[in-house]
């Protein structure tokens, strides 16, 4: 079984950068898709970008295409998330999910494909 701890979060200006870190514990890292999710105050989760066990592939909601890079080092068990030009429209508290295997848009999207989830980190970006 993983573990997952975020990092990186904080208060940035529109336009400015961020990098959060998604630690793993646990030897089935490397097996894993990994999805980056986020919550704003009285909306759902949301999916943001996820990529496949060895990321090769990565697959971004339209709302941070061309905007962030989902990335994954699993020598350090780490998945990253890189944020460019933030809007405050990106506000939320940032998830990290580990689970399943299978590499298809509509199931990487989908909170319920994730079985491990991290504690979140609080991303504020202000205008």
């Known amino acids: 079984q993983v573990q997952l701890v975020e990092s990186g979060g904080g208060l940035v200006q529109a336009g400015g950068s961020l990098r959060l870190s998604c630690a793993a514990s646990?030897?089935?890292?490397?097996?894993?898709?990994m999805g980056w999710f986020r919550q704003a105050p009285g909306k759902e989760r949301e999916f943001v970008a996820a990529t496949n066990w060895n990321g090769a592939y990565a697959y971004y909601a339209d709302s941070v295409k061309g905007r962030f890079t989902i990335s994954r080092d699993n020598a350090k068990n780490t998945v990253y998330l890189q944020m460019n030009n933030l809007k405050p429209e990106d506000t939320a508290v940032y998830y990290c999910?580990?689970?399943?295997?299978?590499?298809?848009?509509?199931?990487?999207?989908?909170?319920?494909?994730?079985?491990?989830w991290g504690q979140g980190t609080q991303v504020t970006v202000s205008s």
């Open positions: 999910a580990a689970g399943g295997s299978q590499w298809l848009s509509t199931v990487v999207v989908t909170t319920s494909t994730y079985h491990t």
């Open positions: 646990g030897r089935t890292f490397s097996t894993y898709n």
